[in-house]
Each structure stands twice: as structure tokens, then as C-alpha cells.
């Protein structure tokens, strides 16, 4: 899980969110998570817009490619 500001930069993260993706802590706060994770795409984008105009957005699973290193299943929310 992590919890980000209204620019989508890190305020906090979770262990397994950093373990999921190799990061520490330290490589993450205060960093554009758009920038950190290379595989969001103008749909997500879109999902984060959403849920700070509108509410929460969505929840599904998805096989996806997680950090340069690593895929796996994500379960996942965007609220605001």
C-alpha cells in the first residue's frame, strides 16, 4: 500500500509495497510514484484524476509488471 500527496508523490509506503518492487523507503519519499513505476500508462493516470475529483475509482486484478524486476498479480484501489 502506499499513500500519496495530490501530485502522486510517496508520503508513506508499505514494507510489502517496497519489497514487492526492491525499493527502500529512503528511493521512495517524497518521489513521483509516475516516475518510479514504469509501467503506468495514460489509463492509470486517468484512475488517479478520477479519484481525487470523483471517489474511489476502481478495484480488480491484473497480472502486471510490477517494477523493472519484478510482475506479479496486483490487487488494487485508487481513493482519494
Wanted: hydrophobic residues 30%; charged residues 20%; aromatic residues 12%.
Amino acid at each position: 500500500m502506499t499513500v500519496l500527496d495530490n501530485q502522486l508523490n510517496y508520503l508513506c509506503t508499505s514494507y510489502r509495497w517496497r519489497a514487492s518492487g526492491g525499493w527502500d523507503e529512503a528511493d521512495l519519499l517524497g518521489q513521483s510514484h509516475l516516475e518510479t513505476v514504469s509501467h503506468e500508462s495514460d489509463e492509470w493516470r486517468l484512475f488517479y484524476q478520477q479519484s481525487l475529483t470523483e471517489g474511489t475509482v476502481a478495484q480488480r486484478e491484473e497480472f502486471t509488471q510490477i517494477s523493472p524486476t519484478a510482475t506479479g498479480w496486483l490487487n488494487w484501489r485508487v481513493s482519494p
